[in-house]
T-cell receptor, first 113, second 114 residues
């Protein structure tokens, strides 16, 4: 049973526009969330994270929003660039002494020139 | 910068062979992980280790074993490779002991079992 869900397997956006990638989770004990980007034939790279005590975290073109009541987070990329084309994974960390991350299945973003 | 290296980018093995995948990290991280990534299935955790000689099963440990004799090195072993183990294998490490921290990944090993 997927505890972290990325319901859109793929997304296509025009260059310069906003990309919004969504992630839903089921476990209210998750206390930290991360977004990773993955290019083909490479390992995932950490992009941005957010603690459950915040509702927004921004880093350059990337902003993550957290809505705890809805158990929903989203990653906004503004403006989108062709180099942003990749698979984006959402991951969540359980509270307490937990060494594992729970991963979504990923959303493939294509940014068209 | 954290660097996680994996011994091979591409590997082709035959069914029944014993396969070793090596991972080395250079940042003195406590935790190390092995995942496999398959289309439509995301990242699935095979095993992880939070200390030398310590290991814990992940979500899909069957058919795999691991070894961590030194802090910087974490090996994944396929005792008898099968075709359903054809996959992309990803190693990761994280800094803090006892707490899930940001994981840093290696480039991956694309394993094909014929």
């Amino acid at each position: 049973d997927q505890q972290v869900k990325q319901n859109s397997p793929s997304l296509s956006v025009q260059e310069g526009r906003i990309s919004i990638l969504n992630c839903d989770y089921t476990n209210s004990m998750f206390d930290y969330f991360l977004w990773y980007k993955k290019y083909p034939a490479e390992g995932p790279t950490f992009l941005i994270s957010i603690s459950s005590i915040k509702d927004k975290n921004e880093d350059g073109r990337f902003t993550v929003f957290l809505n705890k009541s809805a158990k929903h987070l989203s990653l906004h990329i503004v403006p989108s660039q062709p180099g942003d084309s990749a698979v984006y994974f959402c991951a969540a960390r359980g509270a307490g002494n937990n060494r594992k991350l729970i991963w979504g299945l990923g959303t493939s973003l294509a940014v068209n020139p | 910068d954290v660097k996680v290296t994996q011994s091979s980018r591409y590997l082709v093995k035959r069914t029944g062979e014993k396969v070793f995948l090596e991972c080395v990290q250079d940042m003195d991280h406590e935790n190390m992980f092995w995942y496999r990534q398959d289309p439509g299935l995301g990242l699935r955790l095979i095993y992880f280790s939070y200390d030398v000689k310590m290991k814990e099963k992940g979500d899909i440990p069957e058919g795999y074993s691991v070894s961590r004799e030194k802090k910087e090195r974490f090996s994944l072993i396929l005792e008898s490779a099968s075709t359903n183990q054809t996959s992309m294998y990803l190693c990761a490490s994280s800094r803090l002991a006892g707490v899930t921290d940001t994981q840093y990944f290696g480039p991956g090993t694309r394993l094909t079992v014929l």
